[in-house]
């Protein structure tokens, strides 16, 4: 089986300051149930860039699964179209331009929603910032105060919407962004996860999972048998992610 970089899930932390710079650690993970046993499989790496532009290390952090071969490093320049498997900030696609601020929400992600709307295919080719600040603006637009929150080790949330009743009896929603591959299912450890923070003290009222793909069954099983209250967590696929896209109204 071989898995592009692209399809892996990339979070960038920061690291150590040395004498060569700053040094950015990045977590790489790739989930997918397996097709004999039907469990899920996460392979999964910890890498260092340091200096800037050189990968110093990589660590196998893979849980359910043996890898068998370490990552092969690729010098970009040797690379005529290069893909850049470590980037500081964003992944540049030709023809995109990657927001990295919710102010400016209002002038472009419409005109990429619209893009969606005309060509469904296209959600599949913008980047997973580009899909945060998309549902950010779709419950915006649903009178929802939004915030697309900062990566953090634990994970958890890629936005916090909050919905402010006249009653003065406020809701408030964690929102997790999975911009997959259709055939990269997202499996029961993010739902897992998600729910762990859910039930946190500082924990939502609801939680949701939204994708551009689908979820395992063992992900839809923890959604609907395991947790508590099926109040508590939904998971929205492609199918309502679209729906969601359809709806909104450009001005």
Known sequence: MSVP???FQIESYGGKD???????VF?????????????????????SEYPQGFVSFIEDTSEGADVLN????????????PIYLFPTQEIIVPEQRIITDISEINN???????LIQEDNSYIHR????????????????KGFDVEITKKTRDGGKDIIAIHKHELGIDTQY???CKRHKPTNKVGVGIVRQLYGVHTGRAGPNK??????????????????NIIKSSWEMDLKDINDVLKWIKKYKIS
């Open 5 to 7: 970089v692209q399809d």
């Open 18 to 24: 040395g004498g060569m710079g700053h040094e950015t």
């Open 27 to 47: 977590d790489l993970k790739y989930e997918y149930p397996c097709d004999k046993c039907g469990h899920d499989i996460e392979v999964s790496f910890m890498a």
């Open 70 to 81: 370490d990552p092969e490093i690729i010098d970009i320049e040797e690379i005529e179209s």
């Open 108 to 114: 472009t992600i419409p005109q990429l929603i619209k």
């Open 126 to 141: 913008i980047s997973p910032r580009d899909f945060e600040e998309i549902i950010a603006e779709i419950f915006r637009d």
């Open 174 to 176: 964690f929102i997790e």
């Open 207 to 224: 939680s949701i999972i939204a994708t551009t793909s689908t979820f395992t069954s063992g992900a839809i099983d923890f959604a609907n």
